[in-house]
């Protein structure tokens, strides 16, 4: 196994980590997992396989990240905080877990949860106040200061963040639905369709792993085998 530069091999598996990283034990780190300057993982904190930590991130000890998680520089992902598969958090990312907070009072025991669901993005030195969730491929734009719920596919940007339209799972902004209310992808061909508040895919299950190489074939959905888990 190949070790990225500047970093060294840590744990069982095998995980990467910079000597400038603190790392309190027991945490948990998936394999092939990369943790970069300046980085601080609490005990107790759970990080998945194939994350990527940029410098200086916080990761707080209940706070929980699926695999291939990006984070990039300068975030801190505090108690309370559930990040699934695949999300992309730009830096300066801002989490907060109480709505109320006062120095003169301890609140430890009433973290409002949060959660960022499959694949979605937050855009850098965006807000995100505690006790929402973000849905499934939601958009979320740079500097937006998110005060309520995120559909699935949705894009939302502002202070306070408001929804501008729709995202596919490959970033791109989808047009006005035709007369059977689908949207199409202008890069992968793929198929979206209203379902509840947010979209849902037509032609690849929400959470299927995609690759770069994938595409529409015909009426199919063609793409490499990730192997991933």
Partial sequence: MKTPPDL?????????VHPSAIVDEPAHIGENTRIYHFCHI??????????????????APTAILGNDVRVQNNVSIY????IEDF?????????TNVINPRAEL??????DATRVRYGATIGANATILSGLVIGAHAFVGAGAVVTRDVPAYALVIGAPARQTGWMSRHGQKLGAPNASGVMV??????R??????????????????????GRIQGKKYIRADSKRE
């Fill in 106 to 111: 301890n609140r430890r025991d009433n973290f």
């Fill in 79 to 82: 108690d309370g905080v559930v």
């Fill in 42 to 59: 609490s005990s107790g904190a759970h990080l998945g396989k194939r994350c990527v930590l940029g410098q200086n991130v916080f990761i």
């Fill in 185 to 190: 992808c202008p890069e992968s061909g793929l």
């Fill in 8 to 16: 060294e091999i840590r744990g069982d598996p095998p995980y990467f």
């Fill in 87 to 95: 999300v992309f958090l730009g830096p300066s990312v801002v989490f």
């Fill in 192 to 213: 979206y369709r209203h379902l509840g508040d947010g979209l849902t895919c037509l032609d690849v299950d929400d959470d299927v792993p995609l690759t770069h190489e």
